[in-house]
């Protein structure tokens, strides 16, 4: 089963696509002063394009009438959002959630490595998305991360399994790799709240 | 004292800038298909422009010539990476090291709330800052986060101090807080290399 986060309109998700190799090559360009100048110009007339009509506040704030769900805006999964790789989430018939992505330029900490935050980012949300469960997310009451090397940048997979579930409060393990092993071990517990979200 | 990730030749900067506005308005936009093709067009030239010369590879991968600090790329203080808020990290005469950054909608998890990785990102980054030398970055080595409630978007700060040193050891804790107190405390391990980056 793939989660939701994946139903927004087609040309929006387009869109977010067109920003996310932008968001590459603005790391990575090495063209003059008059070319960077051209092109922030185009960039700033989609800017202006496109707040023409503008959601106040952010994605999920607001009133649901286009059928978009509210996770399009998520920044791990959401195909809306182009800081998103975007994570697309699988979930196994014996309770493994787990994703595979390819992390460029744009999530470098160390040299060539993924910056641990964004190791911790996709772990906080493969280890959570074992306590989800649909209309009622599930929130972050801890999270430890053991780091046992660099991640290089490229090819990794995560995965998370549930050790135990204790009334409101799921246990979750799980790690990322890449082609060589674990690199990353992550523990957690994720709580969903019986009563309406902070 | 300011951390490098701030002497970007100011073009880049300023196209870096542009590209943050856009991922705004990308995720915010309710404009309707016609007018996302016309700014997608922008966008999808401006990609091309900015691809004419790209460094192979990340950010940090490549010949230092033209004056711009590795941490330009980077996805947390790096003024190239529109990823990056970016965060301006602060180190007072006593140690604690400290930034202030207010988190749109391209950093949400629950509605309205920062995702708690984000979290994670930032308290990675303000902790193991603490350990960070010149020229000798300091890697993670565990992390541990504990979430007190969630975190609005908005305008937040991190801070950072050092528990104790041991070796190449940094003990690091700290939290994030809005205007109303404290929503996740960590605390962390940082190590610096004696070798060669991983």
Redesign the interface.
């Known amino acids: 089963m793939v989660d939701c986060g994946d139903r927004a ?1 087609a ?2 998700e ?3 696509g ?2 996310r ?3 590459d ?7 003059d ?1 008059a ?6 110009a ?6 202006e ?7 106040p ?5 607001r009133e649901v009438v286009d059928g978009q769900p ?1 996770a399009s ?4 999964i ?1 195909v ?4 998103a790789p975007p994570l697309v989430i699988h979930r196994d018939a014996d309770g493994v959630v787990w994703t595979e992505v390819t992390l ?10 993924v ?4 190791c ?6 493969v280890l ?1 998305a074992t306590a989800h469960q649909p209309g009622r ?1 599930a ?9 046992l ?2 991640t290089p ?1 490229g090819p990794v997979r995560a995965r998370a399994h549930v050790d135990r579930i204790d009334g409101a409060k799921t246990f979750a393990a799980g790690h990322i790799a890449d082609s060589e092993g674990i690199t990353v071990t992550a523990e957690g517990v994720f709580i969903i709240p019986t009563r309406a ?2």
């Open positions: 309109p040309v929006y387009a869109l977010a067109s920003v190799r932008l968001i090559v603005t790391i990575r360009t090495e063209v002063a070319v960077v100048a051209a092109a922030k185009h960039i700033d007339c989609a800017v394009q496109l707040s023409e009509v503008l959601t506040g952010s994605f999920a704030v509210v805006g998520n920044v791990a959401g809306r959002n182009p800081v460029g330029a744009a999530y470098e900490g160390p040299p060539g490595h910056h641990g935050g964004v911790a980012l996709i772990l906080d949300h959570g997310p929130y972050t009451g801890t999270l430890s991360l053991r780091y090397r660099g940048l979200p902070r």
